[in-house]
């Protein structure tokens, strides 16, 4: 009986260093490192300041006749060095933007 005994420990012994082996082999795989923030897609295209946006918003607001707190930038991007478009909703109409970045407000047309 021992000799039957010893070849189930021994099964099972074997079986448990696979398992182990299994376990920290999948402990060593890593995942890749994310891209660094100038290479992800959300910083690929330089947004407008949130100062320049509200400036729109206002522009937009007093062209429109709406209340300022009824005109939402929607998405904004850099057109040059010096100059941002910035995309409002202005009481369910679309409406652009271009400002400086001195905070001049440049035009303020419907979409």
Known sequence: MSI??????????????????????????????????EQMSRTAAKTAPAD?????????AKASGLKADKILPISSN??????????????GKKTSCLVDTDGNVKSVQPL
């Open 4 to 37: 039957v005994t010893g070849t189930v420990r021994g099964h099972r012994f074997a079986a448990a260093a696979v398992l182990l082996g299994v376990i920290f082999l999948a402990a060593c795989v890593s995942t890749p490192a994310p891209p660094p923030p």
């Open 52 to 60: 320049l946006q509200l400036l729109c918003a206002n522009a937009a």
């Open 78 to 91: 850099q057109i040059d060095s010096k100059t941002y478009q910035v995309d409002l909703d202005a009481g």
